[in-house]
């Protein structure tokens, strides 16, 4: 069992706390009790805090609450009925679309960089994680810095090692960080209408942005969750089944929590014939595989050097279908007539049938219908870890991905080399892979926890044009992580030129092309400044 840093809550936080928090001393813990949109507005919070959700409870959300009813109260109350009536209806009848309608709020903490890649792999559910832009990662818990530590690594030989050379890398990036920040304030003024918070934090997320990547993948992180229980049910089968001793761990604390709250929802988990034998089935697959694998792409056989993204897969006539496609909710006819009819039109014909499909555009936001599911592309990438967590958080796609390693090099940010501190985080770079090649051997899913999230991960993305239009169009807007603009911009290319679909890639006009600014948080932290300045002057209704 890892270690987990408990908080000290009085005892009037903790009679608060209780009605609220499933537990108060464990990293897991369920949402009861309280309004939708209060669990909502709290996690929002929550990613872009430093602070524990039940911290953060206590100090920003408890005062505008009612906690002075009933103190009894508790969220197993009220459930004996429900369950008998949901063991009817589905456990012996197996209707499961009835665990679609139960939800719960789950909150895990001081999960490690990896552990919430497996959190957040489950299409029908929504996560919100902490961020490296907002958020110094150089404060410590419990006198430590916020890493994960494994329980047998920290046991055998190379405990001492992984300890020493985890706090260096984090003593690094304590170093770069107020180093980087001094570099693009003496770089990058002030401007006469920005107050010193706008700039402050503007020049905050560039600096995390810009040394984020000497952090290794054991760095710490909190992760919100809503799913139903359908879905917790599918993804705690996965995780029990994982190799990866932490994403074990915490599948036992998530069940644990998730019971008190959706008992019945999650009845047939730990079922030797039914979670369980899935939970093999996949573990005795990804088994063969990997040994089929290892014969087939020996480790001394030497890496390609392909661009950073591939287009591996398309359709030639994708645009032709796209119209059919376009076509067919708006006629009668059946889609062998749509598509004999169009393949008759002329090229400006097709066109039209398009522009008419795209409409006036106002935003990103305004995107057209499921006519635009029906291309599809595959792109291979090979990026920096730190590109990876973000891409990956988008579900509405086929995304996989390798075992991260030191193989394919990392990625050090211009910036870096600007402020003259390359050689700082070169080293860092190299106490990195030194440690993962230690670990490797003795304990292979255990040695990513050591890999900086400078070094490169391949990784497929494969995505209808729809979904494209939507990851391409957010994850290039000039305030985003240089890293993964890059990315999304090549992409956006590559469906121009590499597939020839310009009028597919010409209907996402908002991709940014452009440079970014030098402080890309600028403009974002300006509007919410214009927000809260709004929302402090606005009349107090009680008082009108």
Same mark, same amino acid.
């Given at each position: 069992?890892?270690?987990?840093?408990?908080?000290?809550?009085?005892?009037?936080?903790?009679?608060?706390?209780?009605?609220?928090?499933?537990?108060?001393?464990?990293?897991?813990?369920?949402?009861?009790?309280?309004?939708?949109?209060?669990?909502?507005?709290?996690?929002?919070?929550?990613?872009?805090?430093?602070?524990?959700?039940?911290?953060?409870?206590?100090?920003?959300?408890?005062?505008?609450?009612?906690?002075?009813?009933?103190?009894?109260?508790?969220?197993?109350?009220?459930?004996?009925?429900?369950?008998?009536?949901?063991?009817?209806?589905?456990?012996?009848?197996?209707?499961?679309?009835?665990?679609?309608?139960?939800?719960?709020?789950?909150?895990?903490?001081?999960?490690?960089?990896?552990?919430?890649?497996?959190?957040?792999?489950?299409?029908?559910?929504?996560?919100?994680?902490?961020?490296?832009?907002?958020?110094?990662?150089?404060?410590?818990?419990?006198?430590?810095?916020?890493?994960?530590?494994?329980?047998?690594?920290?046991?055998?030989?190379?405990?001492?090692?992984?300890?020493?050379?985890?706090?260096?890398?984090?003593?690094?990036?304590?170093?770069?960080?107020?180093?980087?920040?001094?570099?693009?304030?003496?770089?990058?003024?002030?401007?006469?209408?920005?107050?010193?918070?706008?700039?402050?934090?503007?020049?905050?997320?560039?600096?995390?942005?810009?040394?984020?990547?000497?952090?290794?993948?054991?760095?710490?992180?909190?992760?919100?969750?809503?799913?139903?229980?359908?879905?917790?049910?599918?993804?705690?089968?996965?995780?029990?089944?994982?190799?990866?001793?932490?994403?074990?761990?915490? $599948?036992?604390?998530?069940?644990?929590?998730?019971?008190?709250?959706?008992?019945?929802?999650?009845?047939?988990?730990?079922?030797?014939?039914?979670?369980?034998?899935?939970?093999?089935?996949?573990?005795?697959?990804?088994?063969?595989?990997?040994?089929?694998?290892?014969?087939?792409?020996?480790?001394?056989?030497?890496?390609?050097?392909?661009?950073?993204?591939?287009?591996?897969?398309?359709?030639?006539?994708?645009?032709?279908?796209?119209?059919?496609?376009?076509?067919?909710?708006?006629?009668?006819?059946?889609?062998?007539?749509?598509?004999?009819?169009?393949?008759?039109?002329?090229?400006?014909?097709?066109?039209?049938?398009?522009?008419?499909?795209?409409?006036?555009?106002?935003?990103?936001?305004?995107?057209?219908?499921?006519?635009?599911?029906?291309?599809?592309?595959?792109?291979?990438?090979?990026?920096?870890?730190? $590109?990876?967590?973000?891409?990956?958080?988008?579900?509405?796609?086929?995304?996989?991905?390798?075992?991260?390693?030191?193989?394919?090099?990392?990625?050090?940010?211009?910036?870096?080399?600007?402020?003259?501190?390359?050689?700082?985080?070169?080293?860092?770079?190299?106490?990195?892979?030194?440690?993962?090649?230690?670990?490797?051997?003795?304990?292979?899913?255990?040695?990513?926890?050591?890999?900086?999230?400078?070094?490169?991960?391949?990784?497929?993305?494969?995505?209808?044009?729809?979904?494209?239009?939507?990851?391409?169009?957010?994850?290039?807007?000039?305030?985003?992580?240089?890293?993964?603009?890059?990315?999304?911009?090549?992409?956006?290319?590559?469906?121009?030129?590499?597939?020839?679909?310009?009028?597919?890639?010409?209907?996402?006009?908002?991709?940014?092309?452009?440079?970014?600014?030098?402080?890309?948080?600028?403009?974002?932290?300006?509007?919410?400044?214009?927000?809260?300045?709004?929302?402090?002057?606005?009349?107090?209704?009680?008082?009108?």
């Amino acid at each position: 069992m890892p270690t987990y840093i408990a908080e000290d809550f009085s005892a009037a936080e903790a009679d608060i706390l209780r009605r609220y928090f499933t537990n108060l001393d464990q990293p897991v813990f369920a949402l009861v009790n309280l309004p939708e949109v209060v669990k909502g507005a709290l996690f929002a919070r929550y990613s872009r805090s430093d602070k524990s959700l039940r911290r953060l409870f206590l100090e920003e959300f408890v005062g505008d609450l009612d906690v002075s009813g009933d103190e009894s109260i508790d969220a197993t109350i009220g459930l004996r009925r429900a369950e008998e009536l949901y063991d009817r209806i589905f456990f012996e009848y197996g209707d499961d679309s009835v665990a679609q309608l139960g939800g719960v709020h789950l909150a895990c903490e001081q999960a490690s960089n990896l552990l919430t890649k497996i959190l957040e792999w489950g299409r029908l559910m929504s996560y919100l994680e902490q961020s490296t832009r907002y958020i110094p990662y150089d404060t410590r818990l419990g006198g430590r810095y916020r890493y994960h530590r494994d329980p047998a690594v920290l046991s055998s030989a190379l405990g001492a090692r992984y300890i020493s050379d985890m706090d260096r890398l984090f003593e690094v990036y304590a170093e770069l960080v107020p180093r980087m920040a001094d570099h693009f304030r003496a770089r990058i003024p002030k401007a006469p209408g920005d107050s010193d918070f706008v700039y402050r934090q503007a020049i905050s997320a560039k600096a995390f942005d810009a040394v984020r990547g000497v952090l290794p993948a054991a760095s710490l992180s909190n992760v919100g969750i809503y799913g139903t229980g359908q879905a917790y049910e599918a993804l705690l089968v996965r995780m029990r089944a994982n190799p990866l001793p932490e994403a074990r761990t915490y $599948a036992e604390l998530m069940l644990a929590e998730l019971r008190k709250v959706i008992p019945s929802f999650l009845k047939r988990v730990d079922l030797p014939d039914r979670g369980e034998a899935v939970g093999d089935y996949a573990a005795d697959c990804r088994d063969r595989l990997e040994e089929l694998a290892e014969d087939l792409f020996p480790d001394d056989a030497p890496l390609s050097d392909p661009p950073m993204v591939d287009l591996t897969d398309f359709d030639p006539e994708a645009e032709v279908k796209l119209v059919c496609a376009a076509l067919y909710p708006v006629s009668n006819r059946s889609d062998r007539e749509i598509e004999r009819r169009v393949r008759l039109m002329t090229v400006d014909e097709r066109l039209a049938v398009l522009s008419a499909f795209e409409g006036d555009r106002g935003n990103r936001r305004h995107r057209p219908g499921r006519a635009l599911e029906r291309p599809s592309y595959r792109f291979d990438v090979l990026s920096d870890y730190g $590109a990876f967590r973000d891409l990956q958080r988008h579900r509405m796609l086929t995304l996989d991905w390798q075992r991260l390693s030191a193989a394919h090099g990392f990625v050090r940010p211009p910036e870096v080399d600007d402020a003259g501190l390359s050689d700082r985080f070169d080293a860092a770079m190299e106490r990195s892979r030194g440690l993962h090649d230690a670990l490797e051997p003795a304990f292979p899913d255990q040695a990513p926890y050591a890999v900086s999230l400078a070094y490169r991960v391949r990784y497929m993305m494969h995505m209808n044009a729809r979904e494209a239009m939507h990851v391409i169009e957010l994850r290039t807007t000039p305030q985003g992580h240089a890293s993964y603009r890059e990315v999304c911009q090549q992409m956006h290319n590559l469906i121009a030129d590499e597939a020839g679909h310009h009028a597919i890639a010409a209907m996402m006009s908002f991709v940014d092309h452009s440079s970014a600014p030098e402080l890309e948080r600028l403009e974002s932290e300006r509007r919410s400044e214009q927000k809260r300045t709004k929302r402090l002057n606005r009349p107090d209704s009680s008082t009108a």
